[in-house]
């Protein structure tokens, strides 16, 4: 990392390490014993949120909805693609968030009553909150390239929530000839996970190579740059021959030249210019906006995504709920399992003093995003930030980098942080 000084680590990484200092003990004191937290979806965000209000405060009732029995984690699911990884093994249940205290219910949010403070269930149960803490995540916006809709993702998966489309996209890959193309297409920013379809790339490329190294790799963005570029870029030429006629990826910026509609039949994308990609695997991903619950419930905004005052994580717009996670607008803070792991921190803490009657600490956040370009070869950004005199997120000067070291023990030591990184953030989150 880039000159990421001890001093600058523990100035930025107070509100984040501060329960695993605490470890068990609870930090702020009781609160009133009816004192009711409900979390709404149980991934990175959520479930982080549930455990921590726990851990400050045990008197605190903390009751998570989330529908699915088994979460499993986007966060290394691109692994998959190269065969390093089942889905299984990204899956996890929420036993663990039980011993802690935690009543899990399984079920979906349908409907959010701000001024009775209660949330309905698809069961049609009601259930009342003092604080809502609303992780949902993300919806797509389906109808930004014509020709390209809902129905159609079955077919040109997105596999941007991990499960069933991951799956879906991974059996394509294999199947398809060759002497085949996959077309990738990133949508515009904000979207979660800034450097994923980048390491998407780098996993399938590195299967390819093995299987069928007459294929290719072709990513459509429609950015002018990307996330690490630098770094996965040094990271293709040396793995997959990139630059070279015969390289296995090929990164086209269409940033003056946008994609203009799909035809699906013959699975063919046009651009504004009249480019032609057709591809054998289409791997389309849409731009994303905060979970539907967070949207239908009055929490965002015109970008589609929720502001939030940030030193407590609650709502501009609607109070006694905090939104956290990717549905959060957090800006310049990156879409990410890690940045949604420290936003629960923040958001934990400060529900546990406002409902002591205490004052909310100053907050910090930190992200950091480790990808894979073989499985020998990691590399690395982070950052933390904090707010500034305008209350606004900032990044903090100099806390932060990309990887530095180039020469081959070092990108390797970089993949086995890439693996411990991922296992010890869903141990933080979910055990
Ligand atoms: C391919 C890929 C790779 C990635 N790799 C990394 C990585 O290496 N590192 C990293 O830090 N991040 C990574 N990310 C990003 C990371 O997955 C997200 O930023 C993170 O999951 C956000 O957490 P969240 O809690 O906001 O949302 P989610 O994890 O999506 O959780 C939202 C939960 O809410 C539930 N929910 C939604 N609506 C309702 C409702 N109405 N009622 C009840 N529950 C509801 C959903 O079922 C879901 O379980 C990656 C993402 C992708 C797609």
């Known amino acids: 990392m880039a000159s990421f000084s001890r001093r600058d680590f523990l100035k930025t990484s107070a509100t984040s390490s501060l329960a695993l200092l605490n470890g068990c003990q ?139 489309q991951t799956e879906l996209l991974n059996q394509q890959l294999q199947a398809m000839p060759d002497n085949g193309t996959v077309l990738i297409c990133p949508p515009l920013d904000p979207y979660r996970c800034p450097p994923g379809p980048y390491e998407r790339a780098s996993m399938m490329a590195y299967w390819l190579k093995q299987h069928k190294p007459r294929a290719k790799i072709i990513i459509l963005d429609p950015k002018r740059s990307f996330s690490k570029q630098a770094l996965f870029e040094a990271g293709w030429k040396q793995h997959y021959g990139y630059g070279s006629a015969n390289s296995l990826i090929e990164w086209i910026s269409l940033a003056d030249n946008p994609l203009l509609n799909l035809d699906a039949k013959t699975q063919t994308l046009t651009t504004e210019f009249g480019d032609r990609f057709r591809g054998d695997v289409l791997n389309i991903i849409p731009p994303q906006t905060a979970g539907k619950i967070a949207l239908e419930s009055g929490l965002g905004n015109n970008s589609a995504w929720c502001p939030v005052q940030p030193i407590s994580a609650e ?104 693996q411990s990184a991922y296992y010890n953030l869903r141990s933080d989150c979910f055990d």
């Open 26 to 164: 609870p930090l702020l004191g009781k609160a009133a014993s009816k004192a009711h937290v409900v979390v709404v979806g149980g991934g990175f965000g959520g479930a982080t949120a549930a455990k921590y209000i726990r851990y400050f405060d045990p008197n605190i009732r903390v009751t998570l909805i989330e529908p699915k029995a088994k979460y499993i984690t986007c966060p290394a699911s691109n692994w998959l693609f190269a065969g390093l990884t089942t889905l299984e093994q990204l899956s996890v249940d929420y036993k663990q968030l039980k011993n802690h205290g935690i009543e899990v219910v399984c079920d979906r949010v349908v409907q959010i009553n701000s001024e009775q403070r209660s949330v309905k269930l698809s069961s049609q149960q009601s259930i009342s909150y003092d604080r809502l803490v609303l992780s949902p995540g993300i919806d797509f916006g389906w109808d930004t390239l014509p020709g390209f809709n809902q129905e159609l993702s079955q077919r040109f998966p997105h596999a941007w929530q991990a499960g069933p």
């Open 315 to 418: 709502s501009s717009l609607v109070p006694f709920i905090h939104v956290i996670g990717d549905a959060g607008h957090y800006a310049p803070i990156p879409k990410s399992a890690f940045a949604a792991n420290s936003e629960a921190k923040v958001c934990a803490l400060a529900i546990v003093s406002l409902l002591n009657q205490q004052s909310i600490s100053p907050a910090n956040w930190l992200n950091t995003c480790y990808s894979l370009i073989s499985p020998n070869h990691g590399i690395s950004i982070a950052n933390g930030y904090q707010i500034n005199a305008e209350n606004s997120i900032t990044a903090v000067k100099s806390a932060g980098g990309v990887s530095q070291k180039t020469d081959a023990s070092s990108l390797a030591l970089e993949a086995i942080y890439t």
